[in-house]
């Protein structure tokens, strides 16, 4: 076991450093995507854009509607409430969207996804649709950041599994849309044939994904328009939350999943067979200080890599500044724990493909074949 573990350590650490270097890469995309002059985009999408809201319900009696309907009284822009009915082989929200973005007049050119739980800046969606100016760019995306809203465990735990995600988006990398922030012009949307495969799935982001990559087509992360998201849960609604969104990645985006399932493996592999040494040695009384060292420099770089991308999110949400860093603990140390709970999560998706979302089950049996089941 000694020897797997200082070939594990030393994976680790030199993982631990690559990744510290693609943190710092990262935040150098951040800086620059918030300091850069806009240029040409400037005169074609201002503040004060023309735009509507369509905000969609599943049904009638949905417990929001009383408050979607005070809001769109309320609004200075046009909202349009759309009741999309049940949905049938595909999920819920995959149907609201469908079926919204079939009653939408001609002269729309542009569509954004957001989610109602998100609280976008006042400049987010000049951001979202700017860079959409370069034909070349199929779409935009950012991703939340989750603040807890209530002091309890699970809550801290969500928080810090939904962090590292945002440094999943980078400058070149191979991004993904996220739903609750992406946009897309219409004319693009529509060819790359995303409202078909939608009749079918379940993952409305990662089947615009995977089509914008079948159309060839880039996909740019815009860190300017990460999103505020609180949250409250508890140990099951963590646990429900968590495994739907790492089963939905294995069957809708393997090439992510396969990679990302061995990096925690080998992570928690090397901090438990390390535990284990030290307690060994110290029982026998021999010295464990190298073991120690090596068994906590991943989890070191670890926080090292975490503190780095809390610099970045900082910048890119300062007004939610001083809350975010009154809870920094969540983001730079409990997430050196999380690949544990990350692992539990990749377990889960070999053995099942059922998920739960919002009161409704459903079977993934394919990328493109969605069932619903009894909940």
Not at 145 to 163: D, G, K
Not at 304 to 322: D, F, H, N, Q, Y
Request: glycine fraction near 6%; charged fraction near 20%; hydrophobic fraction near 45%.
């Amino acid at each position: 076991m000694e020897t797997l573990f200082y070939s594990l350590a030393f994976l680790q650490i030199l993982l631990g450093a690559y990744l510290i270097w693609q943190a710092l890469q990262w935040l150098g995309y951040v800086r620059r995507r918030l300091h850069a002059d806009p240029g040409f985009y400037s005169l074609t999408e201002f503040v004060r854009q023309t735009y509507e809201i369509f905000i969609i319900l599943a049904s009638e009696s949905d417990p929001a509607r009383s408050i979607v309907e005070r809001v769109a009284k309320s609004s200075r822009v046009k909202v349009h409430v759309v009741i999309a009915g049940s949905p049938s082989g595909c999920g819920e929200k995959v149907n609201n969207l469908r079926v919204a973005v079939e009653q939408l007049p001609r002269e729309f050119e542009v569509l954004v996804f957001a989610d109602s739980d998100g609280r976008p800046g006042k400049n987010w969606l000049h951001h979202m649709v700017a860079p959409l100016g370069d034909v070349k760019i199929g779409a935009t995306t950012t991703m939340r950041w989750l603040v807890p809203n209530r002091s309890n465990l699970p809550t801290a735990i969500l928080a810090a599994w939904n962090a590292p995600v945002v440094t999943m988006l980078s400058e070149k990398g191979r991004n993904f849309c996220w739903g609750g922030g992406t946009a897309v012009r219409r004319d693009v949307f529509e060819q790359s044939g995303v409202m078909d495969v939608w009749r079918s799935s379940v993952s409305d982001d990662y089947s615009l994904t995977r089509m914008l990559e079948r159309a060839n087509r880039s996909i740019v992360f815009v860190p300017e328009c990460l999103t505020l998201s609180y949250v409250e849960t508890d140990l099951q609604g963590l646990l429900e939350f968590t495994n739907r969104q790492v089963l939905i990645t294995r069957v809708y985006a393997d090439r992510v999943w396969g990679p990302a399932a061995a990096t925690h493996l080998l992570y928690c592999m090397t901090i438990v067979f390390g535990v284990i040494l030290i307690l060994s040695n110290i029982f026998e009384q021999r010295p464990a200080f190298h073991i120690v060292t090596l068994t906590f420099l991943p989890a070191l770089l670890s926080a090292i890599r975490s503190s780095i991308r809390l610099i970045g999110v900082t910048e890119a949400l300062p007004a939610g500044k001083s809350e975010i860093m009154g809870q920094a603990w969540i983001y730079i140390l409990l997430t050196v724990f999380i690949p544990f709970l990350y692992l539990m999560n990749f377990v889960n998706s070999l053995v099942t493909r059922k998920i739960r979302w919002r009161g409704m089950a459903y079977e993934l049996i394919g990328p493109e074949q969605t069932r619903i089941v009894p909940f």
